[in-house]
């Protein structure tokens, strides 16, 4: 990134000086601004017209909420980056709808907060841990070239891919979505029994045609070519699911680690060509879709920054990528 100009807006000073020592590690951030209500936010945000914004929701004299629909009038150009205690849904549906471009849930600020500046600098959607099984599908923000509900979720390891993987698919579920979960053997036999043991209906959900499971390396064989994916091929497989779904009139919620697995693989380009046909199928069909990779060493810098350009929204699952993955 380059120079970030930053206002924090947080009433409670000590913690309003934990957020701007957070910030003020990386060298490109610049705290211009600290205030402690909404209507002082709203002064300081005309006057000085950040790049970035730290709002809390919880302010005297005018609410986070309230101080962000005025500041989007007189500081257009200021992204906003919620830092809340208040992890309701609806709460952080409005946030969104209003233009925000990121929510932090403050239990989780030492560990996500330079994480979501970087992708809210970056023009992309930062939704907190323990929010990432939700759909936010109002961001006014959102880039057209982009899939809107197309997300990246990031793991340390199969632990936390599979909470991530069980939350999103419990969640499409109860939604009456038709899920499609594009994973390995083990993924996919680890997701069954911790379904089952939740008490979700796998067997009925596969016999309604809900659920589908396919096995990552036996999908890939059918449209994967040395030099990467076949279009024409990829389109095959994943178009008459969502044309069978629209006449059903259910929306579908995929999956997908493959691409995962081709980065890890040192396929960093065909996993990105991969990404962009899932954005290309989504400008004439409509679905969510979220990919999983590993963290690993060859993501550092670039490559991480290339995956999260071809997505709407980052969403970490316990672990998060640490802040030295983009130096």
């Not at 996919?188 to 043991?197: A, C, E, F, G, N």
């Not at 040395?226 to 919620?253: D, Q, T």
Request: glycine content about 6%; proline content about 3%.
């Amino acid at each position: 990134m380059s120079s970030v100009r930053v206002l924090v807006v947080e009433d409670h000073e000590p913690f309003r000086q934990l957020v701007c020592s957070m910030l003020e590690t990386r060298p490109e951030l610049q705290v211009i601004g600290e205030v402690s209500d909404g209507l002082e936010a709203v002064r300081e945000a005309e006057k000085l017209q950040p790049d970035l914004i730290v709002l809390d929701i919880g302010l005297p004299s005018l609410n986070g909420i309230e101080a962000a629909r005025q500041i989007r009038k007189l500081s257009p150009n200021s992204k906003i980056l919620f830092l809340s205690q208040e992890s309701s849904v609806d709460i952080v549906e409005e946030a969104l709808r209003l233009g925000a471009f990121g929510y932090v849930v403050k239990a989780h600020a030492g560990t996500e907060l330079l994480v979501a500046v970087e992708v809210v600098c970056q023009g992309r959607q930062f939704v907190s841990s323990g929010l990432s099984s939700h759909h936010f599908t109002d961001a006014k923000h959102a880039h057209t070239e982009i899939a809107r509900n197309h997300e990246v979720q990031f793991y340390s390891d199969d632990g936390s891919f599979l909470v991530g993987l069980v939350r999103f698919v419990e969640a499409a579920l109860e939604a009456g979505n038709m899920v499609v979960v594009f994973a390995t053997e083990s993924h996919r036999k680890s997701l069954l029994q911790t379904l089952q043991v939740h008490g979700v209906d796998v067997a009925a959900a596969i016999g309604q045609g809900l659920y589908i499971p396919l096995d990552t390396t036996e999908t890939l064989a059918n449209f994967m070519e040395a030099a990467g994916p076949n279009r024409k091929r990829f389109l095959s497989i994943f178009e008459p699911i969502m044309s069978h779904a629209e006449n059903e009139h259910k929306r579908v919620a995929v999956f997908g680690e493959a691409v995962g697995i081709l980065c890890a693989e040192g396929r960093m380009k065909a996993a990105i060509e991969l990404e962009q046909l899932w954005n290309e199928l989504a400008q004439t069909h409509s679905f969510y879709v979220r990919h999983a990779y590993p963290m690993i060493e060859e993501l550092k810098g670039e490559p991480y920054a290339t995956i999260c350009a071809q997505h709407s929204a980052v969403l970490p699952v316990e672990h998060v990528i640490s802040s030295t993955w983009s130096e």
